[in-house]
């Protein structure tokens, strides 16, 4: 265990250090000033360049700015945005968790919708509620999330009205920022109509989560289904029929723990899918998370917004996908001694 901790850690370390020093080299890259680029200042005066260029050390090696910049990631001097001039730590602390609220909230729809009905179609396959599972995940599937999410906003808001354009809640209600989920800073908030104000998050939640949740609950479906028709077809659930026990008995004794064990990869496998979907949703809903942030910044040409934001979320992605995969195989050793033997 301890050896399968060290490599997994080892591998976030090697591919933070990449993703920090193709960030560090974005920079010099995007057109422009490298100065402006990098500190979000245009320089008034000769002076003035002089002092940044020193401060952020472009007179030096460039070995020397990278563990500059390197120092700054760190301590959390992520520098301004060009656009507001307002830090760009404190703009993407507010920025992503709200993303990050939208994804926690698909993954459990997903999770608790496609795992069940996954294993009741694997269970009766090639049965009419099978053949309604695999229609509804192959067209669920196939749906682009930015027409889904269209189709829901003409549908919902436009023509029956019953739920809310746009943004988190509604103006009326004063939300003072706490951790960044709109649910649990009402909860916590010393607000009159609470309850009103929790409501009419919910309300605006229910499509930008439903649209982000619908193709990854079809991939839940579709993974659980075939997890479960491979499991049952195994030699050990014949071995266990043959000595009486019923499917009920094999299925939840046997199958279900077999069957979960490669569902926890494709969480990991997921988060990727649910970020790039989440930033669509995002521009649609004008959700104010980290893609419509990050899509603001481009549109802008907001340099050290662009440069910052994309490394947040590809660490973010990174580290997550890392994890889920080392708890993977902490739970399931068989399944790293099998890929080392295929190798």
Known sequence: MINLLLRYINLMVVTITILVIISFSLAYMFPGDTLTNISGIVPQSEEQRMALEAAFKLDRSIFVQFWFYLDN?????WGVSFSSQVSLLDEISTAFPATLE?????????????????FIGGIWHHKPFDFGVVTFSVVSYSFPVFWLA?????IFCLQLGYLPLSGRVNFLYEIPHNSGFILWDI??????????AFADALRHLILPTASIAVVTTAIFIRFTRRSIMDEMRKGYIDAA?????????????????NSLLPIIPLMALQISTLMTNAMVVETIFSWPGIGNWLIQAIYQRDYPAI????????????????????????FDPARDKFERGAV
């Open 187 to 196: 909860l916590v908030a010393d607000t009159p109509n609470k309850k009103d």
């Open 102 to 118: 939208l994804i926690i909230y698909a993954l459990l729809i997903s999770i608790f919708i496609g795992i069940p009905i996954g």
């Open 150 to 154: 269209l189709i829901f906003i003409t």
């Open 241 to 257: 029929k043959s000595r009486g026990f019923t499917t009920k008995q094999i299925f939840f004794k046997h199958g279900l723990r």
């Open 307 to 330: 440069r910052i934001g994309m490394l947040v979320v590809s660490v973010f992605v990174v580290t997550f996908t890392i994890t889920i995969e080392f708890i993977s195989r902490a």
């Open 73 to 77: 990631l760190v301590s959390g001097d």
